[in-house]
């Protein structure tokens, strides 16, 4: 898949994760925050996306209770499996804002060689298969 030129912010999972760079967006996942169409049933079972449906917050970098035991033990497996800090992506919500954060991620998740997206769970781009460094 091609990165788009703007990414939408209903692209930011509430984790922090931006479902762009995951291996099953459109494959055939359409976004944390989109649609239940197509997601596996560990992330129908996501207990951050339960959280975060039970409260009037739009990201977890923006509840009273951030950051909250669940978001730490995510964030220390991302970190773990795919050197991803999704606590400091989330806590960019607050500081950084969601417009701005999203043509971050965009220029993050950017394959430089082909114009292509790297999944952050390979770093590889989804087009030309490039690695990132």
Not at 78 to 91: G, Q
Not at 94 to 101: D, E, P
Not at 113 to 123: A, D, H, R, S
Request: aromatic letters at 6%; one cysteine or more.
């Amino acid at each position: 898949m091609k990165m788009p030129e703007t990414l939408d912010s209903k692209l930011l999972a509430p984790c922090g994760i931006n479902c762009i760079s995951c291996e099953k967006y459109q494959n055939p996942c359409s976004g944390c925050l989109i649609s239940n169409d197509g997601k596996s049933k560990a992330s129908l079972k996501c207990k951050i996306k339960t959280c975060f449906d039970s409260k009037s917050f739009s990201y977890c970098g923006r509840c009273s209770e951030f950051p909250c035991p669940l978001m730490k033990k995510h964030s220390k497996k991302y970190v773990k499996r795919h050197d991803l800090n999704t606590l400091e992506s989330a806590k960019r919500i607050k500081t950084t804002g969601i417009g701005r954060m999203m043509s971050q991620d965009h220029d993050e998740w950017l394959c430089p060689e082909c114009g292509g997206v790297i999944k952050f769970q390979t770093k590889k781009c989804s087009e030309c298969g490039i690695k990132k460094e």
